[in-house]
């Protein structure tokens, strides 16, 4: 296998430079690269390097920004290790996640409970484990908090459209800015700190508008809570950032406004510290942004076939030994980069659904319905490199739906610069 020539590496530059979306689609990356053309089986491998550099480049966009990974979308112990080292805190959503944020460095203070869904045992749990900060979005929830966590601080989630996202998120979490008033002034009343607001826009939000909304959001809610004499030290904007490598269900790359996302959240933070009428920090959950594409799948061809399918078109399949059950669980939303041996590339392609080895029919790209380019001389048994896989894949596996077994986890550490001087 051999890259695309003429690309330009993202980590020649200076860092922290942000790469270049088109650097990110099109090519893995000289580390992550070699480590999947050596490798013999399949397996999938995180670039640290790579990782690091994209923390440095959101703070750099970001200045000052508490940066705490949803753990969830990596949660890959040398992952959390390299964050952790680099002054990054953790969003956990249970007490299992809460103990390996601990494992990988992590200082309590660094860790929020940021799941509005938790039980009384899981409260008392996380407290024990010197977590201090919880989201809510109910007076239900802040009530149980106050019982078994006394004296935490909240911040409350407010609801979002999910618009302009392509996993949503909404209505099963956030509150309206009315029920965040109540629920922030029920925690005061129970003699906890009302200290923040969240959001989340919406995982792989494509749009600068969904955070424009969000502030707006935000500012009324400030502004109501202030009436009532609470003054939250900080907003947490949550997930939602997007990855810039995946592309869309018919294989087209999905180029997400980044820039534009970033210009909104800036002057959306200068916004509501014009508000505030004390320092306002600002907190974020990246998930997949971090990782997304800085991990690739080193898959293999089962088959590519050509059957008449019902519609009595005929329509050619390529089957590959990893799938939604086993890495790509998000394959019915997105389609990743497929890199195949060089000496393909000297025979045709033909248009292919792409689908994962298991007997269950969602196994699929697009849930079976959009076929993407893939190369007509495919065989039984050749590698295939899955780009930007790096997102929920360890997360999203099943145990062995099919006696398939999760990938095995390899971490490249490279060569890992100096953390920058920003630590929060
Ligand atoms: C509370 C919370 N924060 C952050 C994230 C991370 O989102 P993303 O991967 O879109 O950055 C999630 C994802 O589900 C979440 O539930």
Redesign the pocket.
């Known amino acids: 296998m051999s890259l695309p020539q003429g690309r330009e590496d993202p980590r020649a530059r200076p860092r922290p430079t942000r790469p270049r979306a088109a650097a990110v689609r099109d090519s893995p990356g000289d580390a992550l690269a070699a480590a999947l053309a050596t490798a013999g089986t399949d397996r999938i491998v995180y670039d640290l390097t790579g990782i690091a550099h994209q923390y440095d480049a959101l703070l750099a966009e970001l200045p000052g920004t508490r940066v705490?990974f949803?753990l969830?979308?990596c949660p890959v112990d040398d992952v959390l290790r390299s964050l952790a080292v680099r002054g990054a805190g953790f969003?956990a959503?249970s007490p299992a996640e809460i103990t390996q944020a601990l494992h990988a460095g992590a200082e309590p203070g660094r860790i929020h409970y940021?799941?509005?869904v938790k039980s009384d045992h899981d409260i008392a749990e996380a407290h024990r484990l010197g977590v201090r900060t919880f989201?809510t979005d109910s007076v239900e929830d802040v009530t149980a908090i106050a019982r078994h966590a006394p004296g935490a601080r909240v911040f409350c989630?407010l609801a979002t459209s999910g618009q302009g996202?392509l996993?949503g998120?909404n209505r099963k979490?956030g509150c309206t800015p009315d029920d965040a008033v109540l629920v922030l002034r029920t925690a005061r009343a129970a003699g906890l700190v009302p200290a923040g607001l969240?959001v989340?826009v919406?995982?792989?939000?494509m749009t600068g508008e969904a955070w424009q909304e969000a502030f707006d959001t935000l500012a009324g809610t400030l502004t109501a809570l202030a009436g009532r004499g609470i003054v939250p030290d900080h907003v947490n904007l949550?997930?939602?950032?997007?990855a810039l490598g995946y592309r869309d269900r018919h294989g087209n790359p999905l180029d997400p406004p980044l820039d534009k996302i970033f210009t909104v959240i800036r002057e959306g933070t200068d916004r509501l510290r014009g508000l505030a009428s004390t320092p306002l920090a600002l907190v974020m959950?990246?998930?997949?942004?971090?990782v997304?594409d800085h991990g690739a799948v080193r898959a293999h061809v089962l088959r590519l076939t050509r059957r008449r399918q019902p519609d009595g078109e005929d329509a050619h399949w390529l089957y590959l030994s990893c799938g939604k059950f086993n890495g790509l669980y998000e394959m019915d939303q997105v389609t990743h980069r497929l890199v195949f041996p060089t000496h393909h590339a000297e025979a045709g392609r033909v248009r292919a659904v792409v689908a994962g080895p298991t007997c269950d029919s969602d196994d699929a790209y697009g849930g079976g319905r959009h076929p993407v380019s893939v190369p007509r001389s495919v065989a039984s048994g050749d590698p295939v490199w899955i780009l930007s896989a790096g997102?929920?894949a360890t997360s999203y596996t099943t145990q062995g739906f099919n006696g398939i077994r999760p990938l095995p986890c390899v971490c490249l550490p490279g060569t890992v610069p100096d953390a920058p001087e920003e630590r929060h």
Request: glycine share 18%; hydrophobic share 35%; proline share 6%.
């Open positions: 705490r949803a969830k979308a969003d959503a940021g799941n509005t989201a989630r996202a996993w998120l979490f969240s989340h919406g995982s792989q939000q949550g997930g939602g950032l997007p959950e990246p998930g997949r942004h971090l997304a997102a929920y």
